[in-house]
């Protein structure tokens, strides 16, 4: 018999081979590897080195195309540690609008930060970062004693020691605690319940001005949808600890809306966490409150925020850097609390009958409005308002980006980001800037000098009696 093989029988040979040999594992490790698809579709424009405001004034800084899809593929090999220089990147994330094949540009960053400060261990830079990264915790106990507390952040010797031991700035003044804190005010006010009162009333009266005739005309879909106008407010910790104005705003606007307003118990959105690779409290925080909000929004409330980067977190950051069971829900329901009026009330009528007289605003749009469809946003709501003209300083960062220029090696950088910013406002005639990030309120008011309101309070001013 010849060597040949029977036909019949080649099938399961050929089979048999196969099973020695496929599949072919090319990238062995491809299970952790869930960013490869982004890296891939990088292919290396440039686009998102030229829009990084570091990188345009720090030389040293090897820009977002490095820190993303270079640095992940260096560091797939065992023995290569991530770059120090990720903790130069200051989680603007105007890299991720620039880039123009979707490579998932501050995951990888925030991922790769996580990484490094863990490959670091313990240091008092580490401390440092901590003690930034979770400012709710340090807000929580300064707002217990809140003169007391001002004073002593403001005094110049705490001030060296914080820049001498920790390397905080000592060229910032450290935000003053509230009085009274957002929540407080809240509780005091009679929480969820008085606001459910204050919204029927607000609607019944509504109701009274659209006039009994429109009233008729109204279906009872219409009226029903009316009575389930709900929002869940996402505070954040700084507009409850340092600027409860700016939440009261919210409360009150979106009260005269007809909206009743929640405010549960949350923790910090996590920005600051992300943005200083404390990954595991960052966890600890976005579970607790994707859990808060999964349950109110299956109650059919939407969510709002009145810090532009506390909604970037639930939106974006959240389902990119966790999969908690509620997280997509949770990004889906969230919205800046501005945007959400513009999409479900009439804000031009609203605004139409206003006779407030505040005058110019030098209006910067936060990295992460525009991150969110939001860079115009401002200008177009008071456009047609009388009394107030929003002037646009420009696309440039304000160069704090959160923590990022409270550290004493970035403050140098994040003032010359800033620079521009500085120009525009001071050729603005007022002295009065506007903007919906406190931290870019904070570089704004240190830079120029001007006092800084949120759109929020602008709007409050203008539709609440
Ligand atoms: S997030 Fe901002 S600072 Fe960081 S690499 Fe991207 S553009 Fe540059
Ligand atoms: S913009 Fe996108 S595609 Fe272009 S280099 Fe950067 S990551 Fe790569």
């Keep these: 018999m010849s060597d040949s093989v029977d036909p019949s029988d080649a099938t399961d040979r050929t089979d048999d081979a196969f099973d020695d040999e496929y599949p072919v594992q090319v990238f062995p490790e491809a ?12 292919y290396k424009c440039s686009s998102c080195d030229v829009s990084c405001p570091v990188a345009e004034v720090d030389d040293t800084f090897p820009g977002p195309k490095f820190q993303g899809p270079e640095q992940w593929r260096l560091t797939r090999k065992e023995d290569v540690e991530v770059d120090a220089s990720i903790k130069q990147c200051s989680n603007c994330m105007r890299c991720d609008s620039a880039c123009p094949s979707g490579v998932p540009l501050s995951q990888m960053h925030n991922t790769a930060r996580a990484k490094y400060v863990e490959e670091q261990g313990l240091s008092l830079t580490y401390l440092r970062d901590r003690i930034l990264a979770n400012y709710g915790t340090l807000a929580r106990l300064g707002s217990r004693v809140p003169r007391l507390t001002n004073l002593v952040m403001g005094l110049g010797i ?8 920790l390397g905080i700035t000592s060229e910032r003044e450290f935000p003053a605690f509230a ?9 005091e006010r009679g929480g969820d319940d008085a606001s459910k009162a204050r919204a029927q009333e607000a609607r019944r009266l509504r109701r009274l001005g659209q006039g009994e005739r429109r009233s008729r005309e109204r279906t009872r879909a219409e009226r029903g949808d009316e009575d ?14 340092n600027t409860p104005e700016v939440a009261k705003a919210l409360v009150r606007v979106y009260e005269h809306f007809g909206y009743e307003v929640a405010v549960p118990d949350q923790r910090c959105s996590g920005t600051p966490m992300f943005a200083n690779g404390m990954m595991d409290d960052a966890r600890r925080a976005a579970r607790f409150n994707v859990e808060t909000f999964r349950e109110l929004i299956e109650e059919g409330y939407d969510v709002v925020c009145s810090c532009t980067s506390c909604s970037m977190a639930l939106r974006k950051e959240y389902p990119e850097l966790f999969d908690f069971e509620g997280t997509d829900a949770v990004a889906a329901h969230t919205y800046d609390a501005v945007e959400y009026l513009r999409i479900h009330e009439d804000l031009p009528s609203a605004l139409a009958d206003s006779a407030v007289s505040l005058g110019e605003f030098a209006y910067h749009a936060p990295c992460h409005a525009r991150n969110q469809g939001l860079a115009n946003q ?6 047609d308002l009388d009394g ?8 440039s960062c304000s160069g704090i980006s959160g923590t990022y220029g409270w ?8 003032m010359a980001i800033g620079e521009e910013m500085f120009e525009h406002m001071e050729a603005v005639e007022s002295s009065v800037g506007m903007t919906e990030c406190p931290t ?4 704004m008011e240190h830079g120029t000098g001007y006092e800084i309101r949120h759109p929020l309070e602008v709007l409050e001013a203008a539709v609440v009696e």
Aim: hydrophobic fraction near 30%.
């Design 378 to 383: 401002s200008r177009e709501v008071f456009a």
């Design 440 to 443: 870019c309120a904070m570089q």
């Design 228 to 241: 389930r106008k709900r929002v869940a407010y996402f505070h954040g910790d700084y507009a409850n600890y």
């Design 388 to 395: 107030v003209d929003v002037t646009d300083v420009g696309d």
């Design 179 to 187: 009085t009274e804190t957002f929540r407080e005010w809240w509780d």
């Design 407 to 414: 550290k004493g090696e970035n403050y140098d950088v994040s």
């Design 31 to 42: 299970e952790e590897m869930d960013l490869r698809p982004g890296t891939d579709d990088c």
């Design 158 to 165: 705490t001030k060296l020691v914080n820049e001498r031991v």
